[in-house]
């Protein structure tokens, strides 16, 4: 396993970044919180009655992204119903495909489709790093977004309530939606260019990298204070495939990313839906943290990557969010199982194994609101006392 | 890892099973072959012209598999155009819940759909094993197509060409579509029940693995040579989950399973798609052969599970079943990855691990035939040269 950068290379950088909570950015670097951090992916979604009005006035999902101050209302209100421990910019994992030109829309209940899919030679030609000026809307919503979530401490400082996340799709997961178009459960297109023209794909993963890095910084200088790669589709890959067609995309971003702004560490998230089997050689990118999806044993994932001091990811994750439907009762027994399975997180000072508490994937547009105040209090609670023990 | 039944055990009994061609049983029971063994997961399927011919001519899905003559004439139109080393029954993994009364359909070009999905507690208490006579469909084919398997053997006598694979569904994956009524991509339904009321899924699930038993045993008895289960959906469940609701299962059919039949030793073969992380776990159910889909590492995979000497398991796997989209020099290369990343296998006398050779996944019915003849040409070539090196 490459060792993270040691802690005291950046010992000068601080990790609070002014925050009343700052739980999650120091369960990133693996330094010990009173309870265990958690917030959900997808947090600010389609469960929400609140968030649905919003996206009826916006028109469209593309007009609730677009429109900073849209963005920024969507993006609070999981917040203000739950307490948790980050906020997640609103947004999509395909707006860098979206600025080269492919035409992302998303038709009523259906998922993502692109105008202009990318299959042959002359498509990938002309895909280029685009100008960044195309998604100012996403830099407009994160600095919106901040103001948002700012407050005064009892000093009368302004402060921020929690830590804003940025995000991207990875390499590999855009370019899946670019050249299937749309969704896909077979990958066929895609797989297929792979394997009869991997230099094509070299090609699109190449630019794909270069883009993301390049809007992850900017999300950075906009304000967010942690970016996480979802490579939402690394796990179809054939073991090989995956780690030259996706993890060497991802460690191509995080050479280019932004380690600190204005003085603070900027956590780097990776998660790869899928990729347990491969933890060990994404436990050598150059992240703070490691996501994972509900088919990982945290434990086992603990001893695997989580190290002990000060080299080791952080953990996140992996509840299924089908527990979400079952009764309070059993979503409180779920929670801990989990927590358990990872097992008392670091304490004291120091560095140590971490988790961050999320989900496996997105939230269910069909989850009842209440039973997300459930888990969202039974992490607080029994993570609490487990640290008591 | 329990130990598989020492070979000792059962030296009485034949595995060779008069065949003309033994390769996939020996490797089964992980004894050397002068090449590997290939067969492929849904070889009898649309991506043959002269199966979509039969399937015309019998009206529907249901029409071919319930039809004896259909049945045998589709499961040896892919040994007519390639040499593969085995054959497998022509059904679909869902029979066992349509005869228990669910209406299994399969509309045009779509998936499996029951008229009466399994969604409660009063629909749960109606379940049983169902009278294995609903199904005789299916043994009528095994015989029939044993009889069209037979050939003479240079003295005269009655030999099959390949042995016959018989399957089933696993009580999950069967559970699965009762109660989705259809494929899904969340399992929102399945695991609601599974979350909020895990004693009707145990209930069910119980049922479902003394069915297929039955199942099996009748597919024994009526000839198959071999028998498999696919727990297609196993790799949708959270870790704990899976061991709970569908590895339990698994081990509760292959306690019911015959272990021979006519003196003649028959194999067991285990796929959980997405299972690569549970291995260990699956090394210690009483079969021969676990099935791996292509995002494990076979050498790996190998070093965990395939054993030295008389204990461990035979694998069998896992190309992309998207390579056979490339070229033909790219699915040579591909073939040889795989064969490669498994190693040598056992030679000699004795036992010791071995590779059955398959797709990770059914193969797509968009797959050009002639790319077929490539992928099995290769696997016994290239495989033949290893043993020589």
Redesign the interface.
């Known amino acids: 396993m490459t060792p993270v950068p040691a802690p005291q290379d950046t010992a000068a950088l601080s990790i609070s970044a002014h925050l009343q909570n700052d739980t999650f950015l120091r369960a990133c670097f693996r330094q010990a919180t009173p309870h265990t951090p958690v917030w959900l992916m997808r947090q600010a979604g389609r469960y929400l009655p609140e968030y649905c009005a919003t996206r009826a006035k916006a028109g469209s999902f593309m007009g609730l992204a677009t429109n900073a101050d849209f963005a920024t209302e969507v993006t609070l209100q999981p917040l203000a119903r739950y307490p948790l421990d980050a906020a997640i910019l609103f947004s999509d994992i395909l707006t860098v495909p979206d600025a080269m030109g492919l035409g992302l829309s998303f038709a009523q209940g259906e998922g993502p489709r692109f105008a202009h899919p990318v299959r042959d030679e002359a498509a990938v030609a002309k895909l280029q790093v685009p100008d960044m000026a195309k998604l100012r809307y996403v830099f407009d919503a994160v600095r919106s977004i901040r103001k948002a979530l700012a407050t005064t401490d009892s000093q009368g400082r302004s402060v921020g309530k929690v830590p804003l996340i940025g995000f991207s799709g990875s390499p590999w997961t855009l370019a899946c939606y670019m050249v299937e178009g749309a969704g896909s459960?077979?990958?066929?297109l895609v797989?297929?260019m792979?394997?009869?023209r991997p230099d094509l794909m070299h090609q699109m993963l190449a630019i794909n990298a270069d883009a993301v890095a390049q809007y992850l910084n900017a999300q950075i200088e906009a304000g967010v204070q942690a970016v996480m790669l979802f490579d939402s589709w690394g796990?179809v890959?054939?073991?090989?495939?995956?780690q030259q067609f996706s993890l060497a995309y991802t460690r191509r971003v995080l050479a280019q990313l932004h380690r600190a702004h204005d003085g603070v560490r900027i956590p780097r998230l990776v998660f790869t839906k899928?990729g347990?089997?491969w933890l060990e050689q994404m436990a050598a990118l150059d992240c703070e943290v490691l996501g994972l999806d509900?088919?990982?044993?945290l434990g086992q994932a603990r001893a695997r990557v989580g190290g002990e001091g000060a080299v080791g990811k952080a953990l996140q994750g992996?509840?299924?969010p089908?527990?979400l439907?079952?009764?309070a009762p059993?979503i409180e027994a779920?929670v801990a199982?989990v927590l358990e399975?990872f097992g008392l997180p670091h304490t004291g000072s120091g560095f140590g194994p971490t988790h961050i508490f999320n989900l496996?994937h997105g939230i269910?547009q069909?989850t009842p609101p209440a039973h997300v105040a459930v888990l969202v209090e039974a992490v607080h609670r029994y993570s609490g006392v487990m640290r008591q023990r």
């Open positions: 459960d077979d990958y066929r797989k297929t792979l394997y009869q796990g890959l054939a073991d090989g495939a995956f899928g347990g089997l509900w088919t990982v044993n992996n509840i299924d089908n527990v439907f079952a009764s059993q779920e199982k399975s496996g269910s069909y």
